[in-house]
T-cell receptor, first 111, second 116 residues
């Protein structure tokens, strides 16, 4: 089975802290994605990567950056966390045109 | 450009009744279409997908969806609802492209409630 593992299920951070969310997949997928999920807004794409060291901005990249140094790992970075970044963050991976496989999600609270 | 519209945020049906969740899409290139389900405190799980083969697609848990190009629709149905179908459902579209053009766009989701 495909496994997408997100490093933390729940995090609590303070405003201004730097936050790292890690995601690892074990299926040699080219594509990896970071979404945030908020009630009433569905899933919104933050960034995605279609190859190592390659990244594309999604619909809401402001306040976020990403890193993909190895094919299996895709990190989401909040340089200076703010309260409006309190959300559920979902990582996913896929082959080039296939379906996405999702992790369990990381629920971030910024105080 | 691509987008997905899921009208309404909540659907309630009785156990044993027909489930119909609507999805309309727009895409500037031939699309791949997906339905996902999310149970509380879990990630998303694929229900079914359309990838330009048969227009009627069968998925897991008795769900199916029909791709109608003329209506730009991909509605999800199940003949008889079960209590365990209560969840949030997302429709998604991506273009038949690779690389930088391969992102997946989701609708806002619909919460399905099933009454005993």
């Amino acid at each position: 089975d495909v496994k997408v593992t997100q490093s933390s299920r729940y995090l609590v951070k303070r405003t201004g802290e730097k936050v790292f969310l890690e995601c690892v997949q074990d299926m040699d997928h080219e594509n990896m994605f970071w979404y945030r999920q908020d009630p009433g807004l569905g899933l919104r794409l933050i960034y995605f990567s279609y190859d190592v060291k390659m990244k594309e901005k999604g619909d809401i990249p402001e306040g976020y950056s990403v890193s993909r140094e190895k094919k299996e790992r895709f990190s989401l970075i909040l340089e200076s966390a703010s309260t409006n970044q309190t959300s559920m963050y979902l990582c996913a991976s896929s082959f080039s045109t296939g379906e996405l496989f999702f992790g369990e999600g990381s629920r971030l609270t910024v105080l | 450009a691509q987008s997905v519209t899921q009208l309404g945020s909540h659907v309630s049906v009785s156990e044993g009744a027909l489930v119909l969740l609507r999805c309309n899409y727009s895409s500037s290139v031939p699309p791949y279409l997906f339905w996902y389900v999310q149970y509380p405190n879990q990630g998303l799980q694929l229900l079914l997908k359309y990838t330009s083969a048969a227009t009627l697609v069968k998925g897991i848990n008795g769900f199916e969806a029909e791709f109608k190009k003329s209506e730009t629709s991909f509605h999800l149905t199940k003949p008889s609802a079960h209590m365990s179908d209560a969840a949030e459902y997302f429709c998604a579209v991506r273009g038949q492209r690779t690389g930088a053009n391969s992102k997946l766009t989701f609708g806002k989701g619909i919460t399905l409630s099933v009454r005993p």
